[in-house]
């Protein structure tokens, strides 16, 4: 099945599913698995939040000097997995895509929301690498703290958003005897998304 409008019904029904989530209380409707790949195809995976989500796909923010801020940066790709196993029997919401980082100002809005520890944080993080002991960390934070004393802390240059542009949204429902219900929406390289139901 083909249409122009098959990427807006796949974002609605994302939508829907997410207003769902929270309305049957999931711990955090926002955490997504994140997977990230070495530009040898050699993959890790860790969970994320996600932060914003529109027609121009899904956004995270993270270190851009961190593991998955390299990978993504040599092979810029990802897959994220959303799991609400409260929704029915469970879903998982799957997508795939290339992605993007965010404009400077996007980014910057997004920075300035956070809670001021949360920004400090960013300074003081040296994100994956080996850290000597948590007091390193403490020192840090507190170095920071005062160097920022008195007002607003802005954004770390390494510190930035990415978008995942979909490819691939796969809706899955989980069913008794394994008999789950999979809608995949998928587009090629000429833009046009598809969509088609899979077997469980």
């Known amino acids: 099945m083909t249409d122009p409008d098959l990427y807006a019904e796949a974002l609605a029904t994302f939508d829907r599913l997410f207003d769902q989530a929270q309305a049957v209380g999931e711990p955090d409707r926002t955490a997504m698995y994140l997977a990230t790949a070495t530009i040898g195809g050699v993959p890790s995976l860790r969970t994320v ?58 980014a910057d809005a997004y920075f300035a929301s956070r809670p001021r520890d949360s920004q400090l944080g960013a300074w003081a993080s040296r994100q994956s690498e080996t850290l000597e002991s948590r007091d390193v960390f403490e020192q840090r934070i507190e170095q920071a703290r005062k160097e920022f004393e008195g007002r607003d802390v802005p954004r770390p240059v390494g510190w930035t958003g990415f978008r995942v542009r979909p490819r691939r949204i796969e809706f899955w429902y989980a069913a008794t005897y394994r008999l789950h219900e999979r809608w995949l929406y998928e587009r090629d390289q000429a833009g046009v998304w598809r969509k088609r139901m899979l077997y469980p």
């Not at 996600?50 to 270190?63: C, I, S």
Request: net charge negative; charged share 30%; with cysteine.
């Open 49 to 106: 939040l996600l932060k914003a989500h529109d027609e121009r796909g899904f956004v995270f923010y993270t270190h851009l000097d961190g593991r998955k801020g390299c990978e993504l940066q040599s092979n810029p790709f990802a897959a994220l997995l959303f799991h609400w196993p409260r929704i029915g029997d469970g879903v998982q919401v799957r997508i795939e895509g290339r992605v993007h980082t965010v404009p400077d100002e996007e």
